[in-house]
């Protein structure tokens, strides 16, 4: 399980609370820092979209990955509007949870966009996950897997 999100209710896109004990067990998670009025945040999100897409929705069987997107929107309507109109669909904190300053402090987030990849306990494999999604596209998720130590299921 992702302890960093352990106790908390995550959100998918239709708006359900999402235990991430089940979500996130046994997969590599990239926590994603992003926000609708920030012009290099709308310019990465779908390149991230069409990352996941190939990852998780179009391989068989699914790879073992999931993001969290952490919004540093301005008002919650502001968060739904860009997570519903850009987003993958993959997982959010929701907007009123406090907690996003705290993961803001724990792993350094000065700027947006950033996409921290960490192991089930939290533990950073990157903080570049953006940069690396695009220098080496699909390539760099072996890399995080393999780091990762979950159990695998993934053929590349």
């Known amino acids: 399980m992702v302890e960093v999100f352990s ?3 995550l959100l998918n896109k239709d708006g359900d609370f999402v235990d991430p004990e089940e979500a996130l067990r046994n997969k590599v998670v990239g926590i994603y820092f ?3 009025w920030c012009p290099p945040c709308r310019d990465f999100t779908p390149v991230l979209c069409d990352f996941y897409t190939e990852l998780v929705e179009e391989s068989e069987p699914p790879a073992q ?3 969290v997107f952490i919004s540093s ?3 919650l309507d502001d968060m739904v509007e860009y997570y519903h109109d850009m987003h993958g669909d993959w997982l959010a904190l929701p907007w009123s949870d406090d907690y996003k300053h705290e993961l803001k402090q724990r792993y350094k987030i000065t700027a947006v966009p950033k996409l921290v990849i960490v192991k089930e306990n939290g533990d950073v494999i990157t903080d570049k996950g953006r940069k690396q999604i695009r220098d080496r596209g699909l390539a760099c998720f072996r890399t995080w ?3 990762a130590e979950i159990f695998q299921n ?3």
């Open 7 to 9: 106790g908390r209710t």
């Open 34 to 36: 992003s926000a609708g």
């Open 65 to 67: 990955f999931e993001i």
């Open 73 to 75: 929107d301005k008002s």
């Open 145 to 147: 897997l393999d780091a």
């Open 154 to 156: 993934f053929k590349a």
